[in-house]
């Protein structure tokens, strides 16, 4: 996994050949590229799936070989000139190509000669090419300009009233617990220094989860025994394991400001972290109704971290929601989060 969002893929244009979402998209882009091709050679619809079916006979195991190949090769080809990964990308297809048209006809004894062999070579090296195009194109489509802004607008929102909330906070506090003031300032602060920091850095989990635990002591103050927070962390947990920024934090203050904050008696908000196989689990659970609630809202917070997600792991990563009625009736918001542990990236 790389430490920061700028070298993810905009300066490399080359994907991880590795990540799930990219094999994806090479078996689906170069088989709609086999069936454009049977459609325009075919007289009919049913002379273009017999095609289809003869060239993906052909195509299929050329495909899986390159992928398996670029897969192991995965490591060596990011930490190489973009240009140099892109020929090698280029001539493991052609040379590939050529090969197993070479094989194909020594098996069925067909001289087709040199050309034969120059013209498959020349097909998988433009059928290489068009998938980098589309990769590239598909790397810029996700320019981090636009997640950035959307992060900006993020924090933004997160520190008129969460600052103000605190800092009144701390004003009760200054004759009361003039110590505890101090250290809710100094927590504040160090609050305030992550969220303004670059947020296109991946910083360590335990860090991420430090960030939490400062948000909810503030909290804590303001809401005193109406909130209760719940800690469920694995022992195994990849606590050096790199994950955006404020992942975990804008979820919490919707829990706030959502669940805990319109309820009379307040909540408890659940936190568990668990490690199973190579993937991270989050699970965020609180409860919902009870009271007078704020008005819904723009689900900016969870737009946000499912766009960021899709752009640093693509397919390996997800976030889902939902709302769940309990067996004593009350109602309970969850978010499930799942992250890659591999340490690649997409």
């Known amino acids: 996994m790389i430490a920061s969002i700028k070298q993810k893929p905009f300066s490399q244009p080359l994907p991880d050949f590795r990540n799930s979402g990219v094999?994806?998209?090479?078996?689906?882009?170069?088989?709609?590229?086999?069936?454009?091709?049977?459609?325009v050679q075919s007289d009919g619809l049913t002379d273009s799936l017999q095609r289809y079916i003869d060239m993906a006979a052909g195509v299929q195991p050329l495909l899986l070989f390159n992928m398996a190949v670029l897969a192991l090769l995965g490591t060596l080809l990011q930490r190489v000139p973009a240009w140099l990964g892109r020929s090698a990308v280029l001539l493991l297809s052609a040379v590939s190509a050529a090969g197993l048209s070479g094989l194909w006809s020594f098996v069925s004894l067909d001289a087709g000669g040199a050309q034969r062999l120059i013209r498959a070579s020349l097909l998988g090296a433009v059928v290489a090419g068009c998938m980098l195009s589309y990769f590239s194109w598909r790397a810029s489509a996700l320019s981090p300009a636009l997640v950035e802004a959307r992060l900006q607008a993020l924090t933004a929102r997160i520190r008129p009233h969460f600052l103000f909330n605190s800092l009144n906070a701390v004003l009760s506090l200054i004759r009361a617990d003039p110590r505890r003031a101090e250290t809710a300032l100094e927590e504040l602060a160090d609050l305030f220094r992550a969220l303004m920091r670059d947020h296109r850095e991946l910083l360590p989990l335990a860090d991420e989860l430090a960030l939490c635990r400062q948000y909810l002591n503030l909290e804590k103050l303001r809401l005193g025994e109406r909130l209760h927070v719940e800690w469920e962390v694995a022992t195994d947990l990849p606590l050096e394991l790199k994950v955006p920024p404020l992942l975990l934090q804008p979820l919490l203050e919707?829990?706030?400001?959502?669940?805990i904050e319109p309820a009379a008696d307040g909540g408890r908000i659940r936190i568990r972290l668990a490690r199973r196989g190579e993937q991270l689990h989050v699970d965020l659970a609180n409860p919902c109704g009870g009271g007078v609630e704020h008005p819904r809202g723009s689900h900016m917070a969870l737009d946000n971290i499912r766009e960021r997600l899709a752009l640093y792991y693509d397919l390996e990563a997800r976030l889902e929601t939902g709302e769940v009625r309990l067996a004593n009736g009350q109602r309970e918001y969850r978010v499930h989060i799942v992250l890659p542990c591999s340490g690649r990236r997409p």
């Open 23 to 39: 094999m994806l998209r090479m078996l689906l882009g170069v088989n709609l590229l086999a069936l454009l091709a049977a459609l």
């Open 254 to 259: 919707n829990a706030v400001y959502h669940g």
